[in-house]
Structure formats: structure tokens, C-alpha cells
């Protein structure tokens, strides 16, 4: 199941996950959205690129005042969770390292940030230990604790990650109910998840508080899609771009409602090729990859494979589109070998029921049947609600010819082919 995005520049590593029915429905109407298309001027990167600049020349004058620094930082987040561009991103760890070792990591809310850039890379092992450097200091513990869980919970270390949300524990509050719902979501529990997600809307909407209310709007986007309220999940994307009419991640929720349920490819592809020429990120040529393997037109499914490796060799993406590439590869009988490969680094940087997904579907894409089940009996089963993750179990059962655990996930998958989108329904039929 779908990770709640917790971290604002988590944005482009997140899947749109739902319920499903196979028969085409139509629920979104084009009218409802083009005009949030292609927009040129973007209110948010201008603020941002105009701060930048204040900050900067304020800085210039007086390289002493260290505090300028973050205020730079913070505006080329804004940058990259807007246009997707990876530079922005290692600019903001730039000047938060610059900033922290003036203050010789003394100050929390500085290494909070530094720690939250690194958990956007992926790299959690080096956001913990920040994380606990910070709660050594002692002040803001409670956002420290919040902090702990988000990276506690991206490690698999879920005791601790439990530990740290009993310790915030307040139901009137934004931050506690969508950590809450992230447990929840974490355990299987959706109806739960929602309920708490819609606390924390109803508290933004209070407050009327514009950041809030598109985080929260576009978060339950995806966990009612989850529960196959189409419909509402579709309602609650337009409610966030009509707050944010850049917001790229929920323009990508409406495309993929528009594939994945109606099956109208060349409006799916309409959206993301609007949405990408702002927000430029692998993810998009792997859907239009996926797009044009549905509609049979191999030549375009490989030409957009191509462009995402393309993009991928430009750009130093660290371990953030190891997941990808790993699942590619393994379909790819000689790259399999290679899926192994990344899929242990991903095991050894967070040794999560996903990570070992996606070795033991290496392993199996190798030939390697009774490692793959192996690895899925001690450390997958029971352990993720994911659909793509069940059906690789269910393969696993399959090869080892293991039918009576196979049935079960083959039922459960048939109400899930929304999340995995129409070329999973053959896969899942003849499992």
C-alpha cells in the first residue's frame, strides 16, 4: 500500500495506489482540470527564486549572519518539490551543511532540516543519526519525535517508530492524526487511516490553513483510491489544484485515475506531458512507458523506458530511484543479476518488507525459485498490504507450486488491479 507522504519532497517517489473494478466508469470530466495545465507562471518557484535572491545578496553583505542560510535552503526545497530538478535538492544539502557546521550541529532545527534532505535522497541510515543528534540536544523534542517516526518507519524499525508516536500523542493535532494515519495505513487498517486523515483535513480547514488543506487534500486523494471511492479520490486531487494549480502530484493522480479507470490513454498522456514540462522527473516515462504497453505500441514503451535511463544517466539520483530500477531489471532476464544487486543495497540501506520484495523477485526472475521463497517466507509475507508486493508473492507461491497459498492473494489482487494498473490484468488472471 501507498506510503503517506509525510515528507513534502517525497513527492515524486510516491505511486498512486487504489481499488479497482475492470470495467471502464467514467468519473472525470477534462473540463474539470485543463486549465491547470500547462500553466507558465508558477506563484510558488517566483516567491521562491525572488527569495533566493534577497536572501543571497543579504548574505553577501554580511557572511557572518549564518541564519541567512537556511532561509536559502529552504527556498530551494521549494524549487525542487516544484520542478522536480535534482540539483535544487543537493543545493539545499549544500547550504544546510554549510550552515550546521558554523553551528557546529548545535542547532536542532537546523540539523531537523539537514536530516529531512537526506531522508528525500533516501539516505535513512544518515537522516537517523541526525535525528537522534538532534533529540540529544533536547530542544523542540517533540518535532524531533515526529522526525524519528517519519525515519524510523522508512527504516522498518517499527517498535521505535510506535515508541515516538505514543510520545506526541495528541488527537487535536495536525501532525499526530497524519502520522497516525500512516500507521494505521502501515497495518493494513484503511477505514482507520481515513477516519484519522480526515481529522487532520477537517483541522486544516479550520484553521484555513492553505498549506494544510493541499497536503491533506491530496494525501486522501490517494487513500480514497485505496478504498475504491474513485470518485471522492478524484474530487479531492481538483479540491488541490484548485488551491495549488501547480501541484504536479495531484495532476498525476487525476492521469492516473484516467488510465488506470477509464482507460483513456491519450488523455493520460496529455496530462503528464503537461505536467512534465514544469515538473520534470524518471517517474513520468516510466507511466508513459506503462501507458504505451497498454495501447501495444512497443516502439513508444521502449523509447520511454529509454528516456527515463537516459534521464537517470544526466542526473546523480543517489539511491532515490533504486526501486525502480531494480523492478525494470528484473523483468529483463540479463539484467536480472542486476536487480539482485540493487535490491541488496536497498535491503542493507533499509531492510523493509519492500526492500526484500524486491530481492526475492530478483531472485526469482534469475531462476532461482526456492531462494526467492526463502526470502519472501521470512521477511515479506504478512509483512506488506502492497498489491505489486502481493502479486510478486503470489508468483513465488506459484513457481514453487505452492496453489493453496497462491488463491487467496490471486482473490484479493482481482479487487486491486486499479492500484496496478491495466497491464496487470492479464498477469493477475493467470496466476
Known sequence: MKTLKIIPFLVFTILLIFGCETK???????????KYLGLKDNKSVTFAQNEIDFWQKKFDAAPNQISYLSQIAANYSTLFEYTGDIKNLYKTEELLIQSNEAYDYSRVSTVRSLARNYISQHRFKEALVLANKAL???EGKKETQKLLFD????????????????????MTDFDYLIRLAKWNDHKGDLETAITFMEKARDIAEKEDNKVLKIWSYSNLGDFYGHAGRIQD?????LKTVALDPNYSYALKGIAWIVFSKERNTEEANRIIDAIATTHNTPDFYLLKSQIAQFDGNKSEEIKN?????SMMEKNNYGAMYNKYNALIYAEDKKMAQKAIEIAKIEVAHR?????????????????DNKKALEIAQLHVAGKSFEPKIQYHLAMIYKSNNLPLKTKPIKDELLSS???LGPNFEKKVNQL
Do not use: H
Open 24 to 34: 471502464s466508469e467514467q468519473i472525470t470530466n477534462a473540463d474539470d482540470y485543463t
Open 136 to 138: 540529544a540536544i533536547g
Open 151 to 170: 525515519v524510523q518507519m522508512e527504516l522498518g524499525n517499527y517498535p521505535e517508530a510506535v515508541k515516538n508516536l505514543n510520545a506526541i500523542r495528541d
Open 233 to 237: 479520490s478524484y474530487d479531492s486531487f
Open 305 to 309: 523506458r529509454n528516456a527515463y535511463f
Open 351 to 367: 531492510p523493509t518488507a519492500d526492500s526484500y520484495d524486491l530481492l526475492a523477485w530478483a531472485y526469482l526472475n534469475v531462476g
Open 417 to 419: 488491479l486499479y492500484e
